[in-house]
């Protein structure tokens, strides 16, 4: 891991929990203004389909992108890169006439969060610690959370949906101007700046590489598709009350949450690789519970359950990455893995969609069995695959 001086850390590890708080903001804030901004554009609900797949392919292309980004400017420019594209999309979600322009500039939005994310997530695990990995990921949850209650009370104060994309697009703005003013303490011994051997010539398309993207793509088609369509489940097809399948899907963020911020305080101490059998056993319980739902409460008892089992899937593998696949392309690589992600959002939403439409929604407990069966038989190949590839002299693929 290399290191900086310990101010100039807190500084700017300060500025990429914010930066973090701000790019969970829009998650929060496009639903709750859907309603309002598809009555006033005289939209169909399924419209925003659209726009969740612009910004999508946005993300992933933003994604792929951002390690070369990085490795031919530097980390500080990738971030500013994806800022001024943020503020682009977020102004032009504001000024916006009909759907093909919001599709179009939710493909601006999604590169920029495409190229911010794995740029930030690269930087803390190469260059902090597994503490600061969780806190990273609780403050994106954090700003998600705000945005709802950010989002209606605007709208209640006067201020147009419009009005609240553009302030959107400012806080962009105020995150650039900071990463300019801290610039240096970003690239000062940068992502690409290791100390690899030069001999290593495995590609970043290694069987590793390849195996690292399936993991992400079920990971996050896991999550997408516990938290789409839980609450659907227990409301609609088990007769759960309405306020109370909302509690329900609550304490899903809220485990999910939780857990993520008890990484940032003893991440330092646990066993990442342990971590990451822990989570599936414990998403494999809920799962379970939710598959055989042997009393009403347990229907509801399983998200919990899941939202603790899932919230480390993702952060410990980015923080396991650069061990796994070295330093020198652990920038290139996260970029690839989150662009998996985007697309395991995509065809998981589609999926699960098309099961529930053709079986009813009880698919879902079983589908989220599987899935994790899955992942932990693609943990124990890549567990192997890693050790083969510790084992050989640098220069061998």
Request: glycine share 12%; aromatic share 10%.
């Given at each position: ?6 101010s100039?850390?807190?500084?700017a ?16 804030v ?8 598809r ?16 910004y999508?392919i946005?993300y ?11 490795a031919r ?23 916006a006439?009909?759907l ?6 939710a ?6 969060a495409?190229?911010l994310?794995p ?8 260059r ?20 709802p209650?950010?989002a209606t ?20 703005l ?14 000062s ?8 051997d030069?001999?290593?010539t ?14 992400f ?15 659907s ?8 009350a ?6 329900w ?12 911020v008890?990484l ?36 509801g ?6 939202g ?76 192997t ?13």
């Amino acid at each position: 891991m290399l290191s900086t001086p310990r101010s100039r850390i807190s500084g700017a590890l300060a500025v990429v929990f914010v930066s973090f708080v701000v790019l969970g903001l829009p998650d929060g804030v496009f639903g709750t203004l859907w309603p309002t901004q598809r009555s006033d554009m005289n939209l169909a609900v399924g419209d925003l389909s659209w726009i969740i797949v612009g910004y999508t392919i946005g993300y992933a292309g933003g994604s792929v992108a951002s390690g070369h980004i990085t490795a031919r400017w530097s980390t500080s420019a990738g971030m500013r890169v994806a800022l001024v594209a943020s503020f682009f999309g977020l102004i032009g979600f504001g000024l916006a006439p009909d759907l093909r322009s919001l599709v179009l500039v939710a493909i601006v939005v999604g590169g920029g969060a495409g190229l911010l994310d794995p740029i930030v997530n690269a930087w803390v695990a190469l260059r902090h610690s597994a503490r600061a990995m969780g806190f990273l990921h609780a403050f994106f949850g954090l700003g998600a959370a705000i945005g709802p209650p950010f989002a209606t009370s605007a709208l209640s104060g006067g201020i147009t949906w419009r009005g609240v994309f553009v302030i959107l697009g400012f806080t962009q703005l105020g995150i650039l101007a900071i990463v300019w003013a801290k610039r240096g303490d970003f690239d000062s011994g940068d992502l690409h700046e290791t100390h690899a051997d030069k001999t290593d010539t495995n590609h970043v398309e290694s069987r590793l590489l390849v195996l690292t993207l399936v993991w992400f793509f079920l990971v996050v088609g896991l999550e997408v598709s516990a938290s789409s369509w839980a609450f659907s489940l227990l409301f609609e097809d088990r007769g759960v009350a309405e306020g109370t399948a909302a509690l329900w899907m609550a304490s899903f963020w809220g485990t999910f949450t939780l857990v993520r911020v008890l990484l940032g305080i003893v991440g330092d101490h646990l066993p990442q690789e342990g971590a990451l059998w822990a989570s599936i056993g414990v998403t494999l319980v809920g799962a379970a519970l939710m598959w055989a739902n042997p009393s009403g409460l347990a229907a509801g008892v399983s998200l919990p359950i899941l939202g603790a089992g899932l919230s480390l899937l993702f952060p410990v593998m980015v923080l396991v990455t650069p061990r796994w696949l070295g330093p020198s392309r652990a920038a290139v690589a996260t970029g690839y893995q989150f662009g998996a992600a985007s697309v395991g959002v995509v065809v998981f939403s589609v999926l699960i969609g098309q099961f529930a439409e053709a079986s009813g929604l009880e698919v879902l407990g079983p589908v989220l069995f599987a899935v994790t069966v899955a992942a932990a038989v693609l943990l124990l190949v890549m567990r192997t695959e890693a050790e083969r590839s510790s084992s050989q002299p640098a220069g061998q693929a």
